[in-house]
């Protein structure tokens, strides 16, 4: 029972250890930031260009930007579908474009952008640095007397928020795009109805926290996967592992940032009033 026992405690000490090497690494990373911008300021550059077109296969289908687009377009033409279906049901089919405004800004478009985020820039970022943790390139930076944090980690975690701006007002339209052409084309909806219903209840306030949202998750999706592919193991098997460990902890940790902002922001009511 007591080897039992011991081999419980260590194994749960252990994972505690993790968690702090891991809040460790974020606050350096988080604080040489200013590093980053002040003596890396090419390599900022480049990953922006490499986040935002792609590189190899993935830029002839321009890159992470392309991917999103068309995600968020599937899921604004979901809302089409699946939103105009269940009100025609209960007689409310011009509420179509309030299901827009409503859910597009405040779940649909910031879920839908930080999966796409994980997904594309998260996983290669992941990728990149487990391959040269495993051959040795981050050690090589630091004998050299290169900040490997600040060149490695800090770099593409600001270039990761810089590109999700132009990246999130990309997916934002490209949602709203999809579930009014759905609305209006396919189930032949009058656009003055969809327009009218829209237009008041898209709240610009809510733009901005969703934009807000969108930052926060891109912050915290750089954040995991810089950590995973700096700390890869055990040859290439372990750079697959890691960028599939990371993409698993970016979408729970995607969610988590959702649920803390929309209580954050709307409060259990949801901040919402439903009156003529």
């Known amino acids: 029972m007591r080897p039992r026992l011991n081999r419980t405690f260590r194994r749960f000490g252990a994972e505690w250890n993790r968690v702090g090497r891991q809040a460790e690494f974020y606050a350096e990373t988080l604080g040489a930031v200013g590093d980053a911008f002040t003596r890396y300021k090419k390599e900022i550059l480049r990953l922006i260009a490499q986040m935002g077109l792609g590189t190899g296969a993935l830029a002839l289908i321009g890159g992470a930007t392309v991917i999103v687009g068309f995600i968020t ?121 969809y327009d009218h219903y829209f237009r008041t209840f898209l709240n610009p306030t809510d733009l901005v926290w969703s934009f807000l949202q969108a930052i926060l998750m891109a912050v915290v999706v750089m954040l995991v996967h810089t950590y995973y592919g700096f700390t890869a193991t055990g040859g290439p098997a372990g750079v697959g592992e890691a960028v599939g460990r990371a993409v698993r902890a970016s979408l729970v940790s995607t969610v988590l940032v959702t649920l803390c902002v929309s209580l954050t922001v709307y409060g259990q009511s949801g901040n919402f009033n439903f009156a003529g």
């Open 73 to 193: 377009l599937s899921a604004g033409a979901i809302i089409a579908v699946q939103g105009y279906n269940s009100l025609a049901g209960i007689g409310i089919e011009a509420l179509t474009g309030f299901a827009s405004a409503y859910l597009n800004v405040r779940l649909i478009a910031p879920l839908t952008a930080g999966i796409g985020l994980a997904a594309t820039i998260g996983a290669g970022a992941t990728a990149q640095l487990g391959a040269m943790r495993i051959s040795e390139e981050i050690d090589a930076l630091e004998v050299m007397g290169i900040r490997s944090v600040a060149y490695l980690a800090s770099t593409r975690l600001v270039a990761g928020v810089l590109v999700v701006v132009p990246l999130y007002c990309i997916a934002v339209v490209m949602s709203f795009v999809a579930a009014r052409a759905g609305t209006t084309i396919a189930y032949g909806q009058s656009t003055g109805v």
